[in-house]
């Protein structure tokens, strides 16, 4: 999502998820029981603070997040207890037993108020806190955005290409699926139907992360330059069933117990 130089996305597995949706209601969906990072971008020429709610509930109680000019920032955790660990952000099913409320009309939602410095070099690096050791500052790698990027589901990889979805599975055997009718690479080739459903989720406190932060000051506008909104819903893991086998040399529809193609002769 982008608005006055500010963008945010969601990261699974590495990658920023495609967005759907209309501009006021921008969608993204990751597997349940997936731990995520928020990208937050700042194309403007002064810096910028970022604050984060998640379901409704504010990610820090620190401070805002800092953003230098023409900087990202990769937000991976909670950060509530220590500037120096926390627990990632992790997407579950409102059923989970560690979701708060499962009723919150706010679940699923990223929201984040960006507001701009009043000028362009007004960034003070505070001393330590309470004796503590000052963190190593943390500068996260700018992953170059990928309109079609590779999802993770289950031990599986899904690649985009266009209208084809590539899948490696856990024997490495790519499996590429083409718009509804799936058409498997594989020597025994399969045309399969998938039953991928989304429903709406909520975060919760996923495993430990060490992304550490320093305590700094930025005087900012007192209005923010952009509200960006992204709502969060979770894929359902589904089966792909198998519904008709054909042969890989000619194409040729085969009975479910055939071994050779029937058309061409070729060992199916």
Not at 206 to 212: A, E, H, P, T, Y
Not at 223 to 234: H, I, Q, R
């Amino acid at each position: 999502m982008y608005s006055q130089k500010f963008v945010l996305s969601i990261i699974h597995d590495g990658h920023p998820v495609k967005e759907s949706g209309s501009n006021s209601n921008r969608q993204v969906a990751i597997p349940f029981e997936s731990e995520y990072k928020i990208r937050l971008k700042n194309k403007n020429d002064r810096s910028c603070t970022a604050r984060i709610t998640i379901d409704g509930t504010p990610v820090s109680s620190f401070g805002d997040i800092i953003i230098n000019s023409g900087s990202t920032v990769d937000l991976e955790r909670f950060i509530t207890n220590s500037m120096n660990s926390g627990k990632k952000f992790k997407f579950v099913s409102l059923d989970h037993p560690n979701v708060d409320d499962p009723t919150k009309s706010e679940n699923g939602i990223v929201r984040v108020e960006f507001r701009l410095a009043k000028t362009s070099n007004g960034i003070k690096i505070l001393p330590p806190q309470d004796n503590k050791t000052q963190p190593k500052p943390w500068s996260p790698d700018d992953w170059p955005y990928d309109p079609y990027p590779p999802i993770r589901w289950g031990n599986d990889w899904i690649y985009y290409t266009n209208n084809t979805r590539t899948i490696n599975d856990t024997n490495s055997n790519p499996v590429s699926y083409t718009c509804s009718n799936f058409v498997s690479t594989t020597p025994i080739a399969t045309k399969c139907r998938s039953n991928n459903m989304t429903a709406p989720g909520a975060t919760i406190e996923g495993d430990r992360s060490n992304q550490s932060f320093t305590y700094s000051s930025l005087d900012v506008e007192s209005f923010p330059s952009a509200v960006l909104t992204l709502k969060m819903v979770g894929i359902q893991k589904s089966v792909l069933h198998v519904t008709s086998k054909y042969c890989t040399n000619c194409g040729v529809e085969a009975r479910k117990n055939d071994k050779f193609c029937g058309n061409c002769g070729k060992r199916i």
